[in-house]
T-cell receptor
């Protein structure tokens, strides 16, 4: 059974810092990996999708990497802003194309 | 509408009552999903449907049922609600490659 772990569970940083969120998964036979953002009381918004054949994806200040062999992904956020404060969720999709989620990292960016 | 809508937004329910959570998408996605989100446990898959007319069980299906009569609608029914079903429920859909997933705004359900 696929298990997804995210570390740290919570992170607080001052505005302007670059930061890295970590995600690990136990079964490397994945179809793809997605990073989502969730604001309090809201649904999930997809940030980046990395196919299993890719190593990284970038969107603006966000960069996600994937190392399938080691079962790891990182989400890099450059020049963090208070508006980046949210919970970030990592999810992997396996052969059945269903998502397995980590518990998330709650990020607070202090002004 | 654009994307996925869920109803109701929130509900307080007495234990033992029957409840149906509604989900509608307008993206013509074949695959749809129901997840529950609990503090410290992340999102867990309850049921899914790969196409209209078919459904399957996810990680935590007990106490829930679903139907998929058409492409757009995927209701989730709690036949006899119990307090452990207090949670936030998210409906999702995905495209033909089941690569990109889209989520609804969620239904916050409290069972007393």
């Amino acid at each position: 059974k696929q298990e997804v772990t995210q570390i740290p569970a919570a992170l607080s940083v001052p505005e302007g810092e670059n930061l890295v969120l970590n995600c690990s998964f136990t079964d490397s036979a994945i179809y793809n990996l997605q990073w989502f953002r969730q604001d309090p009381g809201k649904g999930l918004t997809s940030l980046l999708l990395i196919q299993s054949s890719q190593r990284e994806q970038t969107s603006g200040r966000l960069n996600a990497s994937l190392d399938k062999s080691s079962g790891r992904s990182t989400l890099y956020i450059a020049a963090s802003q208070p508006g980046d404060s949210a919970t970030y969720l990592c999810a992997v999709s396996g052969s059945a194309r269903q998502l397995t989620f980590g518990s998330g990292t709650q990020l607070t960016v202090l002004p | 509408i654009a994307g996925i809508t869920q109803a109701p937004t929130s509900q307080i329910l007495a234990a033992g009552r029957r409840m149906t959570l509604r989900c509608t998408q307008d993206m013509r996605h074949n695959a749809m999903y129901w997840y529950r989100q609990d503090l410290g446990l992340g999102l867990r898959l309850i049921h899914y449907s790969n196409t209209a007319g078919t459904t399957g069980k996810g990680e935590v299906p007990d106490g829930y049922s679903v139907s998929r009569a058409n492409t757009d609608d995927f209701p989730l029914t709690l036949a006899s609600a119990v307090p452990s079903q207090t949670s936030v429920y998210f409906c999702a859909s995905s495209d033909s490659d089941r690569a990109s997933f889209f989520f609804g705004p969620g239904t916050r359900l409290t069972v007393l």
